[in-house]
């Protein structure tokens, strides 16, 4: 596609509910990454994928959030007996490949969820 | 203390004016980027450096290594400039984790 979508747009889920989050990378990006950006807070690195596999998996806050991707395309994102604390701006970001030189991110929109 | 800190926290200029934004860092980087986030929430990557300087239109961008410390300028402030403006780095060699200053929100006045 022409740039990274991510949907749904929006979300709002009752606490103890499970929610997946999608995130369409741009076609031939190898690397994806999941971010999340709370009310008045900094951005915040969950998990890169390179490929389908996950590297770098350290930035998960909890077993309650976990993350694949198949295809080397598209990504989920999975946050299981939401808390209220998980309301956020989930951000979905894709590169050409891993960071090398002149590699620009592209972000998605956005998914806001809200726990209720 | 933040392993990314930004400067000022929030700016408010006139139009026209030249701006300068600064970003200061702990550790050692593989690269560093310089995002724009508008009012709605996108986010677009202006830059992202690893040595020197980077220039595209009226945005410029630079970068000290030994000083730890990078700089974005606007030249010629126009309302539509106002965002928050957020600086990220990668640290250390694996490269894929950024981590995040806790941007500049800028105001440009007509």
């Known amino acids: 596609g022409a740039g990274v979508s991510q949907s749904p747009s929006n979300k709002v889920t009752e606490k103890g509910k499970d929610v997946e989050l999608r995130c369409d990378p741009i076609?031939?990006?190898?690397?994806l990454y999941w971010y999340r950006q709370s009310l008045g807070q900094g951005l915040e690195f969950l998990i890169y994928?390179?490929?389908?596999?996950?590297?770098?998996k350290s930035g998960l806050p909890s077993d309650r959030f976990s993350a694949e991707r198949t295809g080397g395309s598209v990504s989920t994102l999975t946050i299981q007996r939401t808390q209220q604390e998980d309301s956020a701006v989930y951000l979905c970001?894709?590169?050409?490949?891993?960071?090398?030189?002149?590699?620009?991110?592209?972000f998605g929109s956005g998914t806001q969820l809200s726990v209720l | 203390k933040n392993e990314v800190e930004q400067s000022p926290q929030n700016l408010t200029a006139q139009e026209g004016e030249f701006i300068t934004i600064n970003c200061s860092y702990s550790?050692?980087?593989?690269?560093l980027h310089w995002l724009q986030q508008h009012p709605g929430g996108g986010i677009v990557s202006l830059f992202m450096l690893s040595s020197g300087k980077k220039k595209h239109g009226r945005l410029i961008a630079t970068i000290n290594i030994q000083e730890k410390h990078s700089s974005l300028h606007i030249t010629a402030s126009h309302p539509r400039d106002s965002a928050v403006y957020i600086c990220a780095v990668n640290m250390g060699t694996s490269g894929s984790r950024l981590t995040f200053g806790e941007g500049t929100q800028l105001t440009v006045n007509p």
């Open positions: 550790v050692g980087i593989s690269a």
């Open positions: 076609s031939g990006h190898t690397a």
């Open positions: 970001a894709s590169s050409v490949g891993p960071f090398a030189d002149n590699e620009k991110l592209f």
């Open positions: 994928f390179q490929g389908n596999s996950a590297p770098d």
